[in-house]
T-cell receptor, first 114, second 109 residues
Framework: KAGVTQTPRYLIKTRGQQVTLSCSPI?????VSWYQQTPGQGLQFLFE???????NKGNFPGRFSGRQFSNSRSEMNVSTLELGDSALYLC?????????????FGPGTRLLVL | DAKTTQPPSMDCAEGRAANLPCNHS???????VYWYRQIHSQGPQYIIH???NNETNEMASLIITEDRKSSTLILPHATLRDTAVYYC??????????FGDGTTLTVKP
């Protein structure tokens, strides 16, 4: 099976712009979670989508949003970009929502905001 | 999710066992302990998880204390490729939570 893929891998934006990142989970996986990783804040949970519904959400402002399509692919959007949004954005997929499932992470999208 | 505390860094000699501790004193009865690791610039990789009993797989062993307030991840024969940041998470959702800062393990030749 192919792994989790994320596009684009690298992105440069300027303050005030918006950005959309894409994540394709492993075939058959229905849950996609998004994370932000910065040197100062570590790996922080953004939100989880399962069967096109947001199931859990971390402590991020409303500028961060996401959605999931019927084929389980997910997109994450950040509006009105700030310098502090520069980070590695990771997505992970699991088959469902069971507590013993394994998260499989993609390689990430590295976003630089100038 | 319960808060976890890990030492920021540890060293280990190649070929020796690496023992990485994690404190999760407020863990609740239905929360598992998950371990992931992240090698520089890659996405995190699942290692192992457990609820009450000790667990072992091809990568590592997980020792959970009887009161479940702490655990230790054991890499039995560390190699240079085990150099990574190791994250311990206490949750009941496959670890879909903020990972925290983890422990940077450096395996030295």
């Amino acid at each position: 099976k192919a792994g989790v893929t994320q596009t684009p891998r690298y992105l440069i934006k300027t303050r005030g712009q918006q950005v959309t990142l894409s994540c394709s989970p492993i075939s058959g996986h229905r849950s996609v979670s998004w994370y932000q990783q910065t040197p100062g804040q570590g790996l922080q949970f953004l939100f989880e989508y399962f069967s096109e519904t947001q199931r859990n959400k971390g402590n991020f402002p409303g500028r961060f949003s996401g959605r999931q399509f019927s084929n389980s692919r997910s997109e994450m959007n950040v509006s009105t970009l700030e310098l502090g949004d520069s980070a590695l954005y990771l997505c992970a997929s699991t088959p469902g929502q069971g507590p013993t499932e394994t998260q499989y992470f993609g390689p990430g999208t590295r976003l630089l905001v100038l | 999710d319960a808060k976890t505390t890990q030492p920021p860094s540890m060293d280990c000699a190649e070929g020796r066992a690496a023992n990485l501790p994690c404190n999760h004193s407020t863990i609740s009865g239905n929360e598992y302990v998950y371990w992931y690791r992240q090698i520089h610039s890659q996405g995190p990789q699942y290692i192992i998880h457990g609820l009450k009993n000790n667990e072992t797989n091809e990568m590592a062993s997980l020792i959970i204390t009887e009161d479940r307030k702490s655990s230790t991840l054991i890499l039995p024969h560390a190699t240079l490729r085990d150099t990574a940041v190791y994250y311990c998470i206490a949750a009941n959702n496959a670890g879909k939570s903020t990972f925290g800062d983890g422990t940077t393990l450096t395996v030295k030749p």
